[in-house]
């Protein structure tokens, strides 16, 4: 099915997603990969507060190629949300309430999401420059020293992705490729 | 005995760094264009779809076909009749990647230490392979490798008993591991034979062989035909999300080995299967 959805998002709106659906999210998301990741837990470990509030937010796990002139940003597609997974619990329990990534999650990640009625999307890996084009606008907001791997807040249109692991738990990659195996 | 200087090298691999990035080969461009004619998932075929009018927007837009724009491997084939003049070849050619990089808006995606992890700013250094051959060329591949595919990649030390049995077994686990991680659509280079460093070597190198030409050694040549057929019968699919198309090749270098071993490599890389070539 396909749906549109503004960002942020409550949780209402994000409940009836089902793994498979095609959608289209417009508003603001936030940038986030492995260094970001990092310092956001030993952020959390010392007690400080977060560069920014996870309520009803969607982090996305991208590093942007530089952008040229007169553009908001370069080629920017997901990045592998495994090596996210230690850390996305604690994030999700704040009340984040979607990651964008490529790939697997654990099981410890699910179980984060079904607790706390979130969603994982899958954008297209490998499709940045195609990516790029629902990106309005980028700015880095915290670790600006981190490069390519600081936090941003994109203003995104249309973006499409498509759920992967639904707030209910089910995970279309578990399921999506058993209809075309043919392995015996 | 030819000259080359080695400001030549710098100014050819900053160029190439920057083609790599933005332009597939031919060979990858046809081959995914067959794909989406013959991939059965309707989800799949939107996707494929998306990678080409991905390359699309990337060759006229001039924006990287994927934000990873890679760890630059590159592959030094040298006559043994040049001679290098003007300076160190090895700083020439890190000094290509980082005026590529910086000036090709390409993104800096390498840290100084494993441990350490402080980024070097410009994407040096290369990983640079260098090889002697006959002649007084140079033949120059550079080839940048995004790290969801890398690191999906494997070693495995068969036994000799293992055989080729052995071999498919390993190269359908890595695939199978690999999923949605490495960007499926996947090319698979396969090293077998040598030593434990020759054959992901060997992986690495077949990876730059054109996606439509297959091993002149008939069982080889087989074994990639077979490979590509049942790994695209898992069912993965492009971007993991379930189809015919997993892989669009698999290419296989081998090498001697040692009577106790059967070294395989398989080292795995996404649909932005990049290289550029060139002979000076
Ligand atoms: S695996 Fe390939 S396509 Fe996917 S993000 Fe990395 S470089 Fe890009």
Redesign the pocket.
Known sequence: MERHIQAPVSRGEISGLKAGDYVYITGTIYTARDAAHKRMQETLNAGDPLPLKMQDNIIYYMGPSPAREGRPIGSA????ASRMDKYAPALLDLGLIGMIG?GKRSESVKQAIVRNGAVYFAAV??A?ALLSRSIRKSEVIAYEDLGTEAIRRLEVENFPVIVVIDPEGNDLYETAGAEYCDLG | MRMIDVADITQNIKEMCIEANHFLTEDMDHVLKRATEEERAPLGRQILCQLQENLKIAGEDMIP??????MAVIFMEVGQDVHFEGGLLEEAVNEGVRQGYTEGYLRKSVVDDPILRKNTGDNTPAVIHYEMVSGDQVRITVAP??????NMSRVFMLKPADGIEGVKKAILTAVKDAGP???PPMVVGVGIGGTFEKCALMAKKALTRPVDQRSEIPYVRELEEEMLAQINRTGIGPGGLGGTTTALAVNVNTYPTHIAGLPVAVNI????NRHAVRVL
């Open positions: 597609g997901p990045t592998t490529k890996g490998g940045g | 076909i994927c934000q990873d724009t890679g490798k995004g790290f969801g595919s890398e991680n490495a960007c890389c996404c649909h932005v």
